[in-house]
């Protein structure tokens, strides 16, 4: 089974810093990787599709890179509204959620 | 607007049934794949399973906590996916996201979710 280790599982930023979240998939997984966004009480909403691919209506601060085993996501300038828990999701097999990372500001 | 709007949660005694309904709108629902997605209280996210449109035989996938004991199905004439749960255990309570796949076939991208819906499985 495909193991997908996100990281860090929390973490706190200031207003307009760059802010970096990786997963890594415990095989190859091509770019079958997408990135979701939670806020408190809500439902996920899909930021980044197959590692590299905005949604549509996304900000173009968010991005995603990677492929194979080594995933990247970026906001380039956090704003106060990006607090949320975000999570990565492989789904080359059976569908699997990494642990999620918590953002918060400094 | 795609709407997805779960129903059926509740409180049920560990070992018993319960069934959620999805009920979709806003787009033509046979052409989609639909999962449920769930979510313990304080926890992460977790896959439930899957279901594949019908031109892909409708057929379904599970999360390995969940097989055998629970069953995807769907209703393209309602618009409906439903998801039945049996032999409930104390760790299936969680919150139940009905979801939307981008493809068909196949698991890809969500781009949609309901609003969620709250088992909770205690005596």
């Known amino acids: 089974d495909i193991q997908m280790t996100q990281s860090p599982s929390s973490l706190s930023a200031s207003v307009g810093d760059r802010v970096t979240i990786t997963c890594q998939a415990s095989?190859?997984?091509?770019?079958?990787l997408n990135w979701y966004q939670q806020k408190p009480g809500k439902a996920p909403k899909l930021l980044i599709y197959d590692a590299s691919n905005l949604e549509t209506g996304v900000p173009s601060r968010f991005s995603g890179s990677g492929s194979g085993t080594d995933f990247t996501f970026t906001i380039s300038s956090l704003q106060p509204e990006d607090i949320a828990t975000y999570y990565c999701?492989?789904?080359?097999?059976?569908?699997?959620f990494g642990q999620g990372t918590k953002l918060e500001i400094k | 607007e795609v709407q997805l709007v779960e129903s059926g949660g509740g409180l049920v005694q560990p070992g018993r049934s319960l069934r959620l309904s999805c009920t979709a709108s806003g787009f033509t629902f046979g052409d989609y794949a639909m999962s449920w997605v769930r979510q313990a209280p304080g926890k992460g996210l977790e896959w439930v399973g899957f279901?594949?449109?019908?031109?892909?035989?409708?057929?379904?996938e599970y999360a390995a906590s969940v097989k055998g004991r629970f069953t995807i199905s769907r209703d393209d004439s309602k618009s409906i996916a439903y998801l039945q749960m049996n032999s409930l255990k104390t760790e299936d309570t969680a919150v139940y996201y009905c979801t939307r796949s981008y493809s068909s076939g196949w698991y890809g991208r969500i781009d949609y979710w309901g609003q969620g819906t709250l088992v909770t499985v205690s005596s």
């Open positions: 999701q492989q789904y080359d097999n059976l569908p699997l």
């Open positions: 095989q190859d997984i091509s770019n079958y």
């Open positions: 279901i594949r449109s019908k031109a892909y035989g409708g057929t379904t």
